[in-house]
């Protein structure tokens, strides 16, 4: 997957199964922040804080970075997400995680309707 930063996408790399490092991407998305405030019990805030004191769990990580894999498109297990984070080393994954919370924090700039918008128009024609 292509990092599209107009979309607020952020680069994670993590370890796989096979104990290879891969690049993955991190899309925020209101399904991911609604998927991540049910799964951990707290707001995005109240996470965005814990991180930044250093006082995110591994299943609190596991939670968002499985949300923002999803929104991607990717179908990666929450056991699986959780074992990657596992094998890449929470403090190597947490660095791109503060940076997916202070993405959602901030906005990602872009809405769908500036994704229509900024496809091509068919001959011409003008779309209602």
């Known amino acids: 997957m292509i990092v599209d930063p107009k979309r607020g996408d952020i680069e994670i ?8 490092r891969r690049g993955f991407v991190l899309r925020p998305s209101f399904e991911a922040i609604v ?3 049910e799964q951990t019990g707290r707001s995005i805030f109240a996470l965005a804080r814990r991180i ?3 006082e995110l ?7 968002v970075v499985g949300a923002g894999l999803k929104a ?4 990666v297990s929450y056991d699986t997400v959780g074992e990657m984070i596992l094998r890449t080393g929470l403090a190597d994954v947490l660095p791109p995680v503060g940076e997916f919370l202070a993405k959602v924090l901030g906005g990602t700039g872009q809405s769908k309707d500036d994704e229509v918008a900024s ?3 068919s001959q011409g024609t003008v779309q209602p």
Do not use: Y
């Open 13 to 20: 790399e993590l370890v796989t199964e096979a104990d290879q």
């Open 72 to 75: 991607t498109g990717e179908t």
């Open 35 to 37: 998927e991540i405030e």
């Open 119 to 121: 496809q091509p128009e």
């Open 52 to 54: 930044a004191r250093a």
């Open 57 to 63: 769990g591994h299943q609190e990580v596991a939670c």
